[in-house]
């Protein structure tokens, strides 16, 4: 978990930067979760709150579990004017709840810092019988082989990292990981939907952007802004502009 409190110590700019989520996801969960006003739901890791607002319109109660001091003070102001919400600030691992009192257990880009040996049983113990667990992340990939761009931001990584910042836009692997995990612990109606979308940034925003991420703030400083300022400079010799493409994968079970 060390990782996870460089984002503590970020908040502004993990706010400003991480991507949202579609609408088009939101209302498949909701829809298959059933929720309304009488419903409990928990939401797991939830960081600045990007993924939290849809829930907290249906009506139902929301306790955000965070282990980040700041971003729980962050997203209890944020949230302040649904009655129906409140934040812990402790690990999910920690946490205490009465089992099967829940309808909805969902976690947006975060429950990979759980182990899968305590977050799946964990979850399946505190849903009531029916209740969903939902599972999400957003997965930017910025490697096209017929982008000049990326192909330079790629030789970037390689002359200060030694490798290649790639991963697959369909990670097949990583779905079924999930996917045979909720299966494993108990979970029926196992479901996978994929979702796309694109963001475009500025060489000054995409630099914002990695200051996000935990292995890019555990460079050498120094290196990390020469880093910094071989990208902008890239970014601004081939237009200025940089695009990501996002795949959000969302898994959903059911406790029997």
Same mark, same amino acid.
């Given at each position: 978990m060390a990782g996870y409190y460089v984002f503590d110590?970020?908040?502004?700019?993990?706010?400003?930067w991480r991507p949202r989520y579609v609408e088009d996801m939101y209302s498949d969960i909701i829809a298959y979760a059933g929720?309304?006003?009488?419903?409990?739901? =928990? #939401? %797991? $890791?939830?960081?600045?709150?990007?993924?939290?607002?849809?829930?907290?319109?249906?009506?139902c109660a929301v306790t955000a =579990? #965070? %282990? $980040?001091k700041n971003l729980a003070e962050f997203v209890s102001c944020r949230y302040a004017g649904y009655p129906k919400f409140r934040v812990e600030? %402790?690990?999910?691992?920690?946490?205490?709840?009465?089992p099967q009192t829940l309808d909805l257990v969902y976690s947006a880009t975060a429950f990979h810092w759980i182990p899968p040996e305590i977050g799946y049983p964990k979850a399946f113990e505190l849903l009531r019988g029916g209740g969903s667990i939902a599972l999400f992340w957003n997965r930017?990939?910025?490697?096209?082989?017929?982008?000049?761009?990326?192909?330079e931001i790629q030789s970037?990584?390689?002359?200060?990292?030694?490798?290649?910042?790639?991963?697959?836009e369909y990670d097949a692997d990583k779905y079924r990981s999930?996917?045979?995990?909720?299966?494993?612990?108990?979970?029926?109606?196992?479901?996978?939907?994929?979702?796309?979308?694109?963001?475009q940034f500025s060489g000054d925003d995409y630099v914002g952007l990695l200051n996000t991420y935990s292995d890019h703030l555990?460079?050498?400083?120094?290196?990390?802004?020469?880093?910094?300022?071989d990208i902008k400079k890239a970014i601004e010799s081939f237009g200025g502009i940089v695009t990501v493409y996002d795949t959000i994968d969302l898994h959903m079970g059911r406790k029997p």
């Open positions: 110590e970020n908040v502004a700019v993990y706010e400003k929720l309304s006003s009488q419903s409990n739901a =928990i #939401e %797991i $890791g939830i960081g600045t709150g990007q993924a939290t607002e849809p829930f907290l319109r249906t009506g =579990i #965070e %282990i $980040g600030n %402790i690990s999910f691992e920690e946490f205490a709840c009465e930017p990939f910025v490697n096209r082989s017929n982008d000049p761009l990326h192909k970037i990584y390689m002359k200060y990292r030694g490798e290649v910042r790639t991963q697959p999930v996917q045979d995990a909720m299966c494993r612990y108990g979970f029926v109606d196992v479901r996978l939907k994929l979702y796309h979308t694109t963001r555990a460079m050498d400083t120094s290196m990390r802004l020469r880093f910094e300022a």
